[in-house]
């Protein structure tokens, strides 16, 4: 099973991107009972966590990120957004949706931020 990630793209710093991922109608149950989250890599950095949501509606987020970043979801559209404000050019990555624990992941979708 893939995630469908998608809304990346190349944005000066200070801009704002929304991604999305979309989760297959095969797994509706999955999705509700799942934390969805977004995670990111940068070239030559591990993967990390940016955030995540319960299907409840409990939000995590990484410290680099807090106050710019929102995450939310639509349990009836199997669908969760990262809405990134106030980009940085340290936000340049390679973002990824993850189903957890059913541990899906979607094909990542790059987001660059130039200076």
């Known amino acids: 099973v893939q995630l469908q990630a998608y809304g990346g793209g190349l944005v000066q710093a200070g801009g704002s991107l929304r991604l999305s991922c979309a989760a297959p109608?095969?797994?509706?149950?999955?999705?509700?009972?799942?934390?969805m989250g977004w995670y990111r890599q940068a070239p030559g950095k591990q993967r990390e966590l940016v955030a995540d949501i319960e299907r409840g509606g409990s939000t995590n987020y990484a410290e680099s990120v807090k106050g710019r970043f929102s995450i939310s979801r639509d349990n009836a559209k199997k669908m969760v957004y990262l809405q990134m404000n106030s980009l940085k050019v340290d936000d340049t990555a390679v973002y990824y949706c993850?189903?957890?624990?059913?541990?899906?992941w979607g094909q990542g979708t790059q987001v660059t931020v130039s200076s």
């Open positions: 993850n189903m957890w624990p059913a541990n899906y």
């Open positions: 109608r095969t797994i509706t149950s999955t999705f509700n009972r799942n934390i």
